[in-house]
């Protein structure tokens, strides 16, 4: 069962921050938010991910509440190339490579010229 | 382009038919998935291998046989599948460590006639 539930599709205007959020409540303390994008005949692509503390790379910024029962990714200027399908992610388990990506339904994200 | 290559990107076999999977990555990374993908759908887990061996069995039905040669190659085989089993079919990689980030390939899209 998903961990994290997402609006189904959102628009975004050419140039403008898209800020796309994501819902954890039952997210456990080790538990890690992972952010993938899968765009239109391509294998998902990493974007980002956190724990608790807010995260920035040259992608996105991913903003986790304190309580870490909701995230928000920031894409600060979207291009018509960022239009994507957009996965929020829960990984779980117990260490290294035994833990697995737990993925929510995504969020289609239409960016308009 | 990815970093990690998977073979055929198309295949479209009968149900009886024997078929295999391919997927390679020269990045070091000592952990392998692969994934099925149906349409409008996020990637579900089957297989996961760590260091060579098999760490994560999704209760995958046994028509689909994975096989890891060596730390570089994942192979999928295919045996008497059904109608249903048509799906993209991904796999992914990723290093050792507490926090790691998956790779993917583009998939081969699998159809079964």
């Known amino acids: 069962d998903a961990k994290t539930t997402q609006p189904t599709s959102m628009d975004c205007a050419e140039g403008r921050a898209a800020n796309l959020p994501c819902n954890h409540s039952t997210i456990s303390g080790n538990e890690y938010v992972y952010w993938y994008r899968q765009i239109h005949s391509q294998g998902p692509q990493y974007i980002i991910h956190?724990?608790?503390?807010?995260e920035t790379n040259e992608m996105a910024s991913l903003i986790i509440t304190e309580d870490r029962k909701s995230s928000t990714l920031i894409l600060p200027h979207a291009t018509l190339r960022d239009t994507a399908v957009y996965y929020c992610i829960v990984r779980v388990g117990r260490a290294g490579n035994n833990r697995k990506l737990i993925w929510g339904l995504g969020t289609s994200l239409a960016v308009n010229p | 382009d990815t970093e990690v290559t998977q073979t055929p990107k198309h295949l479209v076999m009968g149900m009886t038919n024997k078929k295999s999977l391919k997927c390679e990555q020269h990045m070091g990374h000592r952990a392998m998935y692969w994934y099925k993908q149906k349409a409008k759908k996020p990637p579900e887990l089957m297989f996961v291998y760590s260091y060579e061996k098999l760490s994560i069995n999704e209760s995958v039905p046994s028509r689909f046989s994975p096989e890891c040669p060596n730390s570089s190659l994942l192979n999928l085989h295919l045996h008497a599948l059904q109608p249903e089993d048509s799906a993209l079919y991904l796999c992914a990689s990723s290093p050792s460590g507490q926090v790691p980030a998956e790779h993917f390939g583009d998939g081969t899209r699998l159809s079964i006639l």
């Open positions: 956190g724990l608790k503390n807010n």
